[in-house]
């Protein structure tokens, strides 16, 4: 399918709160929505629109996100709608468009920073030398032939969080409202298991 059958169709779509979004490409515009309501769709047609209507060039529109999975989604819906243009268009996330601009423009920040992501391994050698500051009484510092036991899942669970775009307040707001939760059930699974706990009931 051509690009332009391609945008004409997923523009037919939208609503109509979203179609005057995607035709608004000159000026500020604010599109306030909740999860699963098409904000992606919407960005990625505006994108294909401002292409379409106007003389910018690809690299000269930048579109920001929070998540890693939201900058590739972002990438895979515009290269739906213009094809191989999608991979000159600045798609970032916060974090790494700044590292970006730091790494282009070194000689304007301290020391001439310089600034790239960690890749796999060096994350596992960072976590690795904070476990083993870790007293021997705490959980994680436990052991298995010489390699922390919940490194990797530690690694993982961070890569997890990095994804799911939550700040450190609203993770400790959901670890705080767990911990309540699981103070306020114990005592009602003691009640009701209590003498009575086997594998049959387990």
Request: hydrophobic share 40%.
């Amino acid at each position: 399918m051509k690009a332009v059958d391609m945008f004409k169709e997923r523009y037919k779509a939208l609503n109509d709160a979203q179609r005057q979004a995607v035709d608004t490409i000159e000026g500020p515009l604010m599109v306030i929505a909740g999860p699963g309501t098409g904000k992606t769709e919407l960005l990625s047609l505006r994108v294909a629109n401002i292409l379409r209507v106007s003389d910018t060039a690809p690299q000269n529109i930048l579109c920001l996100t929070f998540t890693e999975s939201g900058a590739t989604a972002m990438r895979e819906r515009l290269a739906g709608l213009i094809g191989a243009d999608a991979y000159r268009v600045a798609i970032h996330t916060f974090h790494s468009f700044g590292s970006e601009i730091i790494n282009q423009y070194g000689e304007y920040f301290y020391h001439g920073a310089h600034f790239r992501p960690a890749d796999e391994l060096t994350g596992y050698e960072t976590l690795r030398a904070i476990f083993e500051k870790l007293p021997h009484d705490n959980p994680l510092s436990s052991t298995m032939n010489g390699d922390f036991t919940y490194l990797r899942d530690v690694q993982s669970t961070i890569s997890d969080l990095k994804k799911s775009g939550l700040t450190s307040d609203e993770l400790t707001a959901i670890l705080d409202r767990n911990d309540r939760f699981s103070a306020w059930l114990q005592p009602r699974l003691d009640a009701a298991l209590g003498d009575r706990l086997s594998k049959k009931s387990i």
